[in-house]
């Protein structure tokens, strides 16, 4: 279900967010119109993605989503409206691919998570998923590419 992991360092990434607190179960409704208000913005600026978008989760709780639509960009947006800019930190996360429908994204961070804890590493509350590849770049499932990323503790 996912590729093997490996333990990476990152750079701090500039980005341009929409920061949410919604119910897990709204997430289909709000992700869509959040990505294309945010990638409106960042075009209206003149500013370009330089990476895929990402949705950074800044802590995990069984009932919500506290969390980041966020777009990769080689300097900061202005705010406007609810778009803000951010970085996503530069940290030694745990990565790995998920390839298949965003369905299967909960099983996948099990096994991740799981991998993770087998490994003897302690993850940080936070984590983000990078839309590699997704319905954009064709109708089969089985192509489409999430990048998971846990940053950890120790």
């Known amino acids: 279900m996912i590729d093997t992991p490996q333990i990476s360092e990152t750079r701090a990434q500039q980005t341009a967010v929409i920061h949410l607190t919604i119910p897990r179960e709204?997430?289909?409704e709000v992700m869509g119109p959040g990505l294309n208000e945010l990638m409106g913005a960042v075009a209206a600026q003149g500013k370009k993605p330089v990476g895929p978008w990402l949705t950074h989760h800044l802590r995990t709780d069984p009932a919500t989503f506290d969390f980041e639509i966020s777009i990769p960009v080689d300097s900061p947006v202005t705010a406007a409206g609810r778009v803000k800019p951010s970085e996503l930190p530069g940290a030694t996360v745990a990565r790995t691919v998920y390839r298949g429908p965003y369905e299967g994204l909960a099983a996948a961070w099990g096994e991740f998570n799981a991998w993770?804890?087998?490994?003897?590493?302690?993850?940080?509350?936070?984590?983000?998923?990078?839309?590699?590849?997704?319905?954009?770049?064709?109708?089969?499932?089985?192509?489409?590419?999430?990048?998971?990323?846990?940053?950890?503790?120790?």
Do not use: F
Not at 118 to 145: F, H, I, K, M, Q
């Open 26 to 28: 709204k997430i289909r």
């Open 116 to 154: 993770i804890r087998a490994s003897g590493r302690t993850p940080a509350e936070n984590l983000w998923e990078c839309y590699v590849a997704g319905p954009e770049s064709g109708p089969d499932p089985s192509t489409w590419r999430t990048e998971l990323n846990r940053p950890l503790l120790d």
